[in-house]
DNA sequence: TTATTTCTGTGTACGGTAGACACTGTTTCC
DNA sequence: GGAAACAGTGTCTACCGTACACAGAAATAA
């Protein structure tokens, strides 16, 4: 199914590098510089090869940013016991988690891409532990509005704590009046914790009403 | 503050093109070939004239894209009378009415990026019809929410309506053991309908739980 | 053992990209 | 009628992903 599931190796040479080894200097690459420093030169030089070696691990730079964030997402947490709302809760804190020191993997996942096998296993984890008061499709909803809430703060995260902010602090301070309830809201931000709040605040409005329908059953 | 403030004019001939006519021709061709098919070349020639040209309206294709976003959103739609949830839920729907589209408009978004007033005046519609009861921190981290909502879905919409689906189905006849519950709930979730009732489903979560917290106190 | 097959890593080449810069010609102000 | 400012163009550079042919290494077949 996916191209890197290794093939039975016959003969010819051994081949010195991994796709392992590949995709993490790329994701160095792009953790420290972003993604748009990631080229199959940069990386090739990285691991000290010519930029050509890497097509015989990858068919293509598509492919590589898709591995990439298989890696870097990983692997899903075995989900503890308890309710489905703090398992709920602890899969998204997970999730973000994962995203956080991978700045880039936002972008890397905007536009048509490959799926890889552990995306597909945090939507497992996620699916496994809401109660069956809820049909299929509505589970799945209910995943997507909570990843939502995952990849907007991931997102806003990357943006380097506060970029939007300071650009809307700027256009504040010529156009105030025409964005009263921005002001507003923007003056009261100032004094308040970082991102961490804004995602704790968002999921519990989410696990409420997530709440109020299986309640409601 | 925005570049494409006008400047101005004093001598000189007077520019043949405007930047509106530039980006509408950029949205047309991201609309039509996706946002890679949108280089200097391909919108210089469309509107008749050299790429380079182009860079007198634009200091480079970072910001041609940003104003193709600006100009693609557009301004919200004025608020309607109501209570804060039927008027945050048009919100809701009128932005992902405007996503809709422009498939590339949420790959533009993502990464950091220069923002524009248009993005602003949604934020400030939305920040408006929230009740006091919600602190100025939290109404923004309430805005976030049901933006999030609102880009995870036009995200899913804009991958060719079920390309996930398509990868997930592929994946789950060989593996089907490994993914019960994403088994489970993808064969549930055939026979209904596409994504708007996923948007309206996590958005009205949300705002369920909007409510819980307002009436709350 | 030798010959053959198969695969790796490399060098070269191509078409594409964004953008710097110098130039010509047009327009307007002094 | 200069002179200054500006629009559009042509040329150039550096870099990108990747197609393709080739040399050498390793394992198999004779």
Same sequence: chains 1, 2.
Avoid: C
Avoid at 95 to 100: D, W
Avoid at 179 to 206: H, K, M, N, Y
């Amino acid at each position: 199914m996916f191209f890197w599931e290794e093939r039975p190796r016959t003969r010819g040479p051994k081949p010195a590098l991994t796709l392992d080894r590949i995709a993490d200097a790329a994701i160095a690459v792009a953790d420290a510089e972003g993604l748009a420093a990631v080229t199959m030169q940069r990386v090739a030089a990285d691991v000290g090869y010519t930029k050509m070696s890497l097509y015989r691990y990858v068919p293509g730079k598509t492919e590589l940013v898709a591995v990439m964030l298989e890696r870097a997402i990983g692997e899903p947490p075995v989900g503890g016991a308890g309710d489905w709302r703090t398992a709920l809760s602890a899969w998204a804190e997970a999730l973000l988690g994962r995203y956080a020191p991978h700045p880039w993997a936002i972008e890397a996942t905007a536009g048509g891409r490959p799926i890889g096998p552990n995306e597909l296993s945090w939507m497992e984890s996620a699916l496994a532990v809401l109660p069956g008061g809820l049909t299929g499709a509505e589970r799945m909803d209910a995943v997507a509005a909570v990843a939502g809430q995952v990849r907007m703060i991931a997102g806003q995260a990357a943006t380097t704590e506060g970029e939007l902010t300071a650009t809307i602090g700027l256009v504040l301070r010529e156009h105030a009046d025409r964005f009263p309830a921005l002001a507003a809201a923007v003056s009261d931000t100032a004094t308040r914790g970082g991102q961490d709040q804004a995602f704790r605040f968002g999921l519990e409005r989410i696990l409420d009403g997530l709440e109020v329908l299986i309640q409601r059953r």
